[in-house]
């Protein structure tokens, strides 16, 4: 093996990390959470055993008594480069890094998070997919993984200008708050641009969008590069800053808000000027406060996706659930809803993976499957704009993109602002 | 087969032979039919095959016991008269004296007639001693460990047999590489879970069955003080082994006794869709199940696995019924119930063990393939179409060809011509 | 000194002392570790965190529980059996009271017999499980049959010797809890410790995002 992934390997055991590797009873439970295993019924995709060259490197070079037990010839062998590249499906493409496993996990390991420091050592040993290594040259070279420049950015907040008639201010110094975007949203969805001019307008919100840190997407969390995740962070961090901000308002993006929000101060060694709030955390404060009133609810039959990263593992349990309630008058759960949801399929940087593709739509029948169990469901409103572009996929691979339409909470909220008549779709 | 103490071979064997089998049947049909004996006076005479030979003892006694209860100390007090010295606390037994005491010939002759007392090691009020114990302790040492050791043996031997000449059975035309499952996870863990105890229930079970025999007088009595010409005291030594293995295996096989009806009873629920006899069967029997070639047609269990199936049912059900009747004593009053249950215990379970060797010897180096479905869950098609092909054919939905069967190629020419 | 003496002796005290220091030497070997302070702003309390999580995963979800029931029966099976009769049978009860003068109210025999019933039933499930599921003998190592079979020889023989009759039967219960006790700061029977390390990890650093799952 490479020592640069093996020395990361080893750099990332903490206590923590040792806690989670010595408490693994291998029940296999974990199978059963995960939506790799379920669509497949393959065993390799146990998430447990997804951790294996992990496991081998802590019991060779970091578990206590290994002396003892290398006397009687009970240390596994060194971890070698071609086990990495063995793994190198299972650690990328069959992991989104949703945490359900450590839901069902009677030790309650963060298989997870673990996943992602075993992503520190690929990294640094320059394994990973094309797609995610792609990305991340987009990132150095552009700042955005889709190749988003701050002039493409312009052009659609002009057209959103446009289309809804408000001032979007760009680079205010001393705005309240500062909204920051998944590329995704930029590029395939801008209408959320507008959605945000609404909102911020009706709530009497100053705000402003930066055009030197507007990119929330995270690669660096997602190829497993602290350094990468570091220099994304700061550069919203920083800007932030200079701007003078209260708050940066992270998207409707699920790794984005982990990424800024817990991972950020410590990857940077030190807390913000600012405080990170997620829109949905912001519109819930905002429909509590009545800044929001609501007109006409959307009356379809609709469910709600809860994205891993912002309510498993996000902590935002509630506060879409209160903006759905304003918002439409039938609203119905899917079983399972909430932390223990079954994830999209292609988070944790799985999409932007073309190799894992056909994993992906598989993982994503599962999600499927549980939205037909409720049956009806005529709208499936998901927060993440990672999310979207899953199901959207997936919709389409399984031939359903006719009968589901899948939308984002702020643009749902903005279009059922009382007095506001949704602007016309933009083509 | 030394499981018989040594004898010498008389003319009477033949007539003692019918009286064992008369005194066995008359047991189980008692416990079975006759009404539960109540602890009432030795002229009820209870004790049916034998009252009538002994009618004029039981004449006798019957004044000599009027009015005695039934306990064996009050019941020898006033036999003769004669004081009787009592161990410590009320076990009810009286110590031999220089006079004799629990051997007393009128004693066993009240006993014979029907009397009823406390035998030694009562574990409930109110049980009996009686005569039939020494028919009961002759009938399990002469016939059912010979013949118990005769069938376990005798499976034994045909298993080898049948490898030798039939050697593994191999899946016709190799393993395809393609799998469809055939249990699913429940089914086997039931199939396991009952496994497991069964063979830990069967081990202690075999132990407190032939254990003394084969220990003490096979190897001990035997081999090596008979033909060997070791010092006697060696089965002193094989006693003490003896006595370590049974205190072991009787409350191993005790406290696993819950468990193998917890197991199953699962496994009867579990298993018992597509166990019930089809059609097929009766061709599958006129076929010799295809082990002596030729293709015989199954669904998901052929006729042997679903008679396989209804032993464990059925016999285990007795196993199981036996077994509790035998771990709570304080069920009857009546110990000629556990003496048949004894009896009926063992001879279930040395047909289940027969069976269940025929059984673990098809389902695992027997015959290749089987293993799979209660390992992975899964089989070879080729597998399934060979030994299940009606259900090959139901859960696939393709048609199950038998162009690997001994002449199933020309047979399918034909067909297609 | 009889072989018993020997098992319940010296070699019962060199076990006791490999398995006490052993066990605390490898928990504080994962804690010495240590972990980097978390920066990012808290939305509530780790320590209250550490405690639900190790609360929160003694209990399955409702969700998973449906999947994978025989599982978790036999889990609880094993594990509360298990705990009942090393802690309430009589002769262990006794067994304690010789070294350390302590003593409490032992359960009836034939619940220590109903404890220990439940105890195989479970072992025996999980360990079925492990070789007849394809995940679980993809999963499985050396180590985890080898947990399985010594815990079980442990409670097989001490169910043999119940009738307390013969030093042999009971020498080799005492034989074998003294392997069990030396192999179990070297294996995962440690998860007995650890599992509150793990949860608590993990209940930590939930409870500062301020929820628990």
């Not at chain 2, 029997?285 to 293709?295: E, M, N, Y």
């Not at chain 2, 199981?320 to 771990?327: D, E, M």
């Amino acid at each position: 093996m490479t020592d640069a992934a093996l020395t990361t390997l080893l750099d990332q055991m903490d206590a923590d990390i040792a806690s989670y590797l010595e408490a693994c009873v291998h029940c296999g439970e974990c199978a059963e959470a995960c939506h790799f295993y379920l669509a497949t019924k393959d065993p390799k995709y146990t998430p447990t055993w997804k951790l294996q060259p992990l496991v081998r490197a802590y019991r060779r070079h970091k578990a206590p008594l290994r002396g003892i037990r290398g006397m009687f010839g009970l240390l596994p062998p060194e971890v070698t480069e071609d086990d990495l590249r063995d793994w190198e499906e299972l650690v990328y493409d069959s992991c989104t890094m949703c945490g359900r496993c450590t839901l069902v996990c009677p030790m309650g390991i963060d298989i997870a998070g673990t996943i992602r420091k075993m992503r520190e050592a690929y990294a640094a040993a320059d394994i990973a997919p094309d797609g995610l290594k792609q990305a991340r040259e987009n990132v150095e070279k552009t700042s955005s993984p889709m190749g988003v420049t701050a002039k493409a950015l312009l052009a659609q907040v002009r057209h959103q200008e446009e289309e809804t008639g408000l001032k979007i201010p760009v680079d205010r110094e001393g705005a309240d708050y500062m909204a920051i975007f998944s590329s995704h949203e930029i590029m395939a969805s801008p209408e959320i641009i507008g959605a945000y001019a609404r909102i911020f307008d009706r709530a009497g919100l100053s705000w402003t969008i930066s055009t030197k840190a507007y990119e929330a997407t995270n690669v660096g969390v997602q190829i497993g590069s602290a350094p990468l995740a570091k220099k994304l962070v700061r550069r919203v961090v920083d800007e932030a800053e200079r701007l003078g901000v209260k708050y940066v308002v992270s998207p409707e993006c699920g790794h984005a808000y982990g990424a800024i929000r817990w991972a950020g101060p410590n990857l940077l060694g030190r807390s913000f000027g600012f405080e990170v709030i997620h829109i949905i955390e912001l519109l819930d404060r905002l429909r509590a406060e009545g800044k929001l009133p609501v007109g006409d609810k959307d009356g379809r039959r609709m469910t709600l996706h809860d994205p891993c990263q912002i309510v498993r593992r996000g902590g935002l349990l509630k506060e879409p659930r209160n903006l759905l309630e304003g918002a439409c008058s039938n609203f119905v759960e899917m079983k399972g809803a909430g932390i223990a949801n079954l994830c999209c399929g292609g988070g944790g940087g799985v999409s932007a993976n073309p190799r894992a593709e056909e994993l992906m739509i598989a993982a994503f029948g599962e999600k499927l499957k549980q939205i037909d169990e409720i049956g009806g469901i005529e709208a499936v409103v998901v927060p993440c704009a990672n999310c979207r572009g899953v199901f959207e996929d997936g919709l389409f691979e399984h031939d359903r993109d006719e009968d589901l339409e899948v939308i984002s909470l702020g643009q749902l909220v903005a279009d059922r602002l009382a007095g506001d008549a949704p602007p016309k779709p933009s083509e | 087969m030394a499981t018989v103490p040594n004898r010498r071979a008389t003319d009477e064997d033949g007539m003692i032979f019918m009286r064992r089998v008369l005194t066995l049947l008359a047991l189980l049909l008692w416990a079975g039919g006759a009404p539960a004996q109540n602890a009432t006076a030795p002229d009820t005479a209870a004790g049916g095959a034998r009252a009538t030979t002994l009618e004029d003892i039981l004449a006798r006694q019957k004044n000599r016991l009027k009015g005695t209860t039934q306990r064996l100390p009050d019941a020898l007090r006033e036999i003769e008269g004669r004081p009787v010295p009592l161990p410590d606390g009320d076990a009810g037994v009286p110590q031999l004296g220089t006079l004799g005491g629990a051997s007393d010939p009128d004693l066993w002759r009240a006993l014979k007639s029907g009397a009823q007392a406390t035998p030694s090691s009562s574990t409930a009020r109110g049980q009996l001693m009686q005569v039939l114990g020494e028919d009961w302790r002759l009938v399990r040492r002469q016939y059912l460990l010979r013949y118990g050791g005769y069938v376990l043996l005798g499976m034994a031997a045909i298993i080898v047999l049948f490898r030798l000449i039939r050697g593994k059975i191999a899946i016709r035309g190799g393993r395809s590489g393609r799998t469809i499952p055939r249990f699913s996870l429940s089914h086997r863990i039931a199939h396991w879970f009952l496994a497991s105890v069964f063979i830990l229930m069967g081990l202690s079970g075999l132990i407190i069955l032939f254990g003394r025999p084969l220990l003490v007088e096979f190897l001990g009595r035997d081999l090596l003080v008979g033909r060997m010409g070791m010092d006697p005291s060696v089965i002193d030594t094989l006693k003490s082994v003896n006595s370590v293995l049974l205190s072991a295996s009787l409350q191993g096989h005790n406290l696993f006794g819950p468990v193998f009806v917890l197991a199953w009873a699962i496994m009867v629920v579990r298993f018992m869709k597509g166990n019930f006899f089809q059609w097929a069967d009766a061709k599958w029997i006129l076929k010799g199940g295809g082990l002596l070639g030729g293709h015989a047609s199954s669904h998901h269990y052929n006729f042997g696995e679903k008679t396989w199936y209804w032993m464990v049912v059925l016999i285990g059900l007795g196993m199981c019924a036996t077994g509790l009747f035998l771990l709570f004593p304080m069920l009857s009053q009546t110990l000629v119930y556990h003496q048949a249950a004894t009896l009926l215990h063992a001879i279930g379970a040395v047909l289940l063990i027969a069976v269940a060797m025929g059984h673990a010897y098809v389902g695992s180096i027997g015959m290749e393939g089987s293993i799979d479905s209660m390992l992975r869950g899964e089989v070879d098609e080729n597998w399934a179409k060979e030994h299940h092909d009606l259900w090959y054919e139901e859960v696939t939905g393709k048609k199950a060809d038998h162009a690997n069967d001994p002449g199933g190629a020309e047979a399918q020419a034909e067909g297609a011509a | 000194m009889t072989v018993l003496q020997f098992l319940e002796g010296p070699m019962f005290y060199a076990a006791f002392a490999i398995f006490a220091v052993g066990a605390i030497w490898r928990v504080a070997g994962i804690v010495r570790l240590g972990r980097k302070p978390d920066l990012a702003p808290p939305k509530g309390s780790a320590a209250a965190g550490w405690f639900k999580g190790n609360l929160r995963h003694f209990v399955p979800r409702g969700l998973f529980a449906e999947r994978t029931w025989m599982h978790l029966l036999g889990g609880y099976a094993f594990h509360l059996g298990l705990f009942v009769l090393l802690v309430f049978a009589a002769p262990h009860i006794a067994f304690f009271e010789r070294f350390t003068g302590l003593s409490w109210t032992a359960l009836p025999r034939w619940g220590f017999i109903l404890a220990a019933e439940f105890a195989f039933a479970g072992l025996i499930v999980l360990w079925v499980r492990r070789f007849s599921d394809p995940v679980m003998r993809q999963i499985s190592d050396r180590d985890d049959h080898a947990g399985s079979w010594l815990t079980f020889l442990v409670m097989l023989t001490g169910c043999l010797a119940l009738e307390e009759a013969h030093d042999a039967l009971r020498a080799l219960h005492m034989g074998l809890v003294n392997l069990w006790l030396i192999y179990f700061p070297f294996s995962r029977l440690m998860h007995a410790f650890t599992f509150a390390l793990a949860r608590g990890a993990t209940g930590a650093v939930y409870g500062r995002k301020g929820m628990n799952p």
